[in-house]
């Protein structure tokens, strides 16, 4: 594979970056025009509703390109008529492209190789799988949505080597240093939702916002779910606890999920003089549960939700096998304590054959530690 094509590639990706986590439910995206081996425009996917990277890049271009100009675009340009038109008619009424140079394929049933076939319709010579692993992990929620209508569902622990995510008496900070700590803050910046238990959340008093140590703003999801099955919230909100979750500049946006046994009870009815929003699901099974609130993401159009918890969510979470897609940081450290907190709890795994594996895994140093992360 030509090593310029690479180059440009990882640009396009770059640039596509610059969007991080600003536009769901659409993709990242990238796009760079290249005239005689030199890039002359840059662009990027900002926000949904708004133009594609490919005509970003047109229009910083502000001229026709020349004849036997590439563009470059980390995803297959779309060819359907969206809230704005299709690239693959831009591209090819701009004239001038002789080749596109493509990363990963759009795998909505609309598209789907499609756009490619317009192009080379239209006369243009394209190459497409140029860097397609990384184009393709940039949009590991985009990606599930367009192919499943479905929402990608994250679970995030940090542990020590010996699997252990707070000692026997619950303290837990910090396990993982801040080079991971800061990068766990970048992919809740990825996602559209978060979601953690109401142990977790008073344990720690969560915030389950994104800070960055680079002096933006701190950044808060469209929505933020607090897992509560018996509302054990309650109790402390009543006794006077403030949690961050309900009382910060963006309370609107969290609410507490818990089981249909508990619409009615004095509990529920406490959160609600508080003003908490309360959603309740079926729970005859976690399996159920799990699927009610992934299926009521989906209508609401959140397309990603990233779930961070203790040993007993995320081990029901493990269980249920609803979740897509793991972030597991693991520190250089051992606690050697059997009683100690574990990241999933009970599940029974009677052999090797029952453990769950992970597929596209991919790992990266953080300092000393590590981020493993892959599918379920
Ligand atoms: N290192 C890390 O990554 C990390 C992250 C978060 C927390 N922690 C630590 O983990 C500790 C808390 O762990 P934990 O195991 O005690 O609690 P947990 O697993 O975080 O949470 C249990 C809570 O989840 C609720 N829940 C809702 N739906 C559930 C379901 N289907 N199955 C199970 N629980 C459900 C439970 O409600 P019901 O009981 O009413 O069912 C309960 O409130 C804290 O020390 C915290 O600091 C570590
Ligand atoms: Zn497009």
Redesign the pocket.
């Known amino acids: 594979m030509d090593e310029a094509w690479q180059n440009w590639m990882r640009r396009a990706l770059a640039l596509a970056q610059r969007a991080w986590g600003d536009t769901h439910p659409n993709p990242l995206v990238g796009a760079l025009i290249v005239e005689n081996d030199r890039v002359v425009a840059e662009g990027w996917h900002e926000r949904a509703g708004g133009p594609h990277a490919e005509i970003n890049a047109l229009r910083a271009l502000g001229r026709p390109p020349r004849k036997g100009a590439s563009l470059v675009v980390t995803l297959e340009p779309c060819s359907t008529q969206g809230r704005t038109g299709a690239c693959t008619e831009a591209i090819l009424k701009a004239g001038g492209i002789a080749r596109v140079i493509a990363g990963a394929t759009d795998l909505s049933r609309a598209h789907a190789g499609n756009g490619f076939d317009v192009l080379r319709t239209g006369g243009i010579d394209v190459v497409t799988g140029v860097l397609a692993g990384e184009c393709a992990d940039l949009n590991l929620i985009f990606n599930h949505w367009a192919a499943h209508s479905r929402t990608f569902v994250a679970l995030?622990?940090?542990?020590t080597l010996d699997g252990r995510?707070?000692t026997r008496a619950?303290?837990?900070?910090w396990?993982?240093g801040p080079e991971a700590r800061a990068d766990v803050m970048r992919w809740r910046r990825y996602f559209p939702a978060i979601a953690?238990?109401?142990?977790?959340?008073?344990?720690?008093d969560?915030r389950l916002t994104s800070r960055c140590a680079d002096g933006a703003a701190e950044w808060c999801p469209a929505a933020r779910f607090v897992?509560?099955?018996?509302?054990?919230?309650a109790e402390a909100i009543a006794k006077g606890r403030k949690l961050r979750v309900f009382e910060d500049a963006f309370a609107g946006r969290t609410t507490v999920?818990?089981?249909n046994a508990m619409e009615h009870s004095a509990q529920a009815a406490v959160l609600r003089r508080h003003g908490a929003a309360l959603l309740f699901l079926p729970?005859e099974n976690?399996s159920v549960?799990?699927e009610t609130f992934k299926r009521h993401c989906a209508d609401t159009g959140l397309t990603g939700v990233w779930v961070?918890?203790?040993?007993?969510?995320?081990?029901?979470?493990l269980r249920?096998r609803t979740a897509d897609y793991l972030f597991h940081?693991t520190a250089p450290v051992v606690m050697g304590d059997a009683q100690a907190?574990p990241?999933f709890?009970?599940k029974e795994c009677p052999s090797l054959a029952d453990a769950t594996v992970l597929h596209e895994v991919r790992r990266t140093s953080l300092g000393n530690d590590t981020l493993t992360r892959g599918r379920f």
């Open positions: 995030k622990t940090a542990s995510i707070a619950g303290q837990s900070r396990i993982t953690s238990s109401a142990v977790s959340v008073m344990a720690d969560a897992f509560d099955r018996s509302l054990r919230l999920v818990s089981s729970t976690d549960f799990f961070e918890g203790g040993a007993k969510f995320l081990g029901a979470w249920a940081y907190l990241a709890e009970g």
